[in-house]
């Protein structure tokens, strides 16, 4: 089965970026495995904040992003390099991916 897709468009330089319409409970695990691998048994920050960040940016990136400008080459090395704004807007389309809005009221 082919998992569905969304073609969203970086506001800044147009790229054109695909990205998976969701993702499974073992994508999201890996996405937040950066934090938990840091993290010791009493709670305490084995790294620093910003690596563990980024760590998971990473991550969602990895997880969530299929192709950049009809690529799968490189994908968080060319994400990496764009301008701030399209940078931005990719981690914002796909936190909507990684972390959905739950209708609770819906049967």
Same mark, same amino acid.
């Given at each position: 089965?082919? %998992?569905?897709?969304?073609?969203?468009?970086?506001?800044?330089? !147009?790229h054109?970026?695909?990205?998976?319409?969701?993702?499974?409970?073992?994508? !999201?695990?890996?996405?937040?495995?950066?934090?938990?691998? %840091?993290?010791?048994?009493?709670?305490?920050?084995?790294?620093?904040?910003?690596?563990?960040?980024?760590?998971?940016?990473?991550?969602?990136? !990895?997880?969530?992003?299929?192709?950049?400008?009809?690529?799968?080459?490189?994908?968080?090395?060319?994400?990496?390099?764009?301008?701030?704004?399209?940078?931005?807007?990719?981690?914002?389309?796909?936190?909507?991916?990684?972390?959905p809005?739950?209708?609770?009221? !819906?049967?």
């Amino acid at each position: 089965m082919e %998992r569905e897709t969304i073609k969203i468009i970086t506001p800044k330089d !147009k790229h054109e970026v695909i990205i998976k319409a969701w993702i499974s409970g073992l994508e !999201k695990r890996k996405i937040n495995s950066p934090y938990l691998a %840091r993290t010791n048994k009493n709670g305490e920050d084995q790294a620093d904040v910003e690596e563990i960040y980024n760590s998971m940016l990473d991550a969602q990136i !990895k997880y969530t992003v299929i192709s950049i400008n009809g690529s799968s080459d490189k994908i968080i090395e060319v994400w990496l390099k764009m301008k701030s704004e399209d940078y931005d807007f990719i981690i914002n389309e796909t936190n909507k991916i990684v972390e959905p809005k739950i209708d609770l009221k !819906k049967k």
